[in-house]
């Protein structure tokens, strides 16, 4: 399997910013869209964000527009998604995936069940 890892997760207060890595194999990023998920505690999982492999754009949900950017670094083996304006609702284990299918695609199940996964990182927001 592709070794996918989160990192920078923590416990901040409302308004704090964070900001998770996620690394991965290079080669997998040059055909590869990268999203990030979270799953709150008794929630659905839910896409987040999602970066493409060809030209950078990214898509976002609409609960983080203007606060959360996905940023892709030069080697392009790693991603970032930098959080701004950080609210409780964002209390979630977020999750990073790359999967065969452009971002146009990555709520569906077919990105979902495709994906290679990291264990999660943990973002805890205290009001």
């Known amino acids: 399997q592709v070794q996918v890892v989160e990192s920078g997760g923590g416990l901040v207060h409302s308004g704090d910013s964070l900001t998770l890595s996620c690394t991965f194999p290079?080669?997998?990023?040059?055909?590869?869209?990268i999203a990030w998920f979270r799953r709150a505690p008794g929630k659905e999982r839910e896409g987040v964000s999602c970066i493409s492999p060809s030209d950078g754009s990214s898509n976002y949900v609409d609960s983080v527009k203007g606060r959360f950017t996905i940023l892709r670094e030069d080697s392009k083996n790693r991603v970032y998604l930098q959080m701004n304006n950080l609210k409780p609702e964002d209390t979630a284990v977020y999750y990073c995936?790359?999967?065969?299918?452009?971002?146009?695609?990555?709520?569906?199940?077919?990105?979902?069940?495709?994906?290679?996964w990291g264990p999660g990182t943990q973002v805890t927001v205290f009001k």
């Open positions: 290079e080669s997998h990023a040059t055909n590869y869209a």
């Open positions: 995936a790359i999967a065969g299918w452009d971002c146009q695609y990555y709520r569906s199940s077919s990105f979902h069940n495709s994906g290679d």
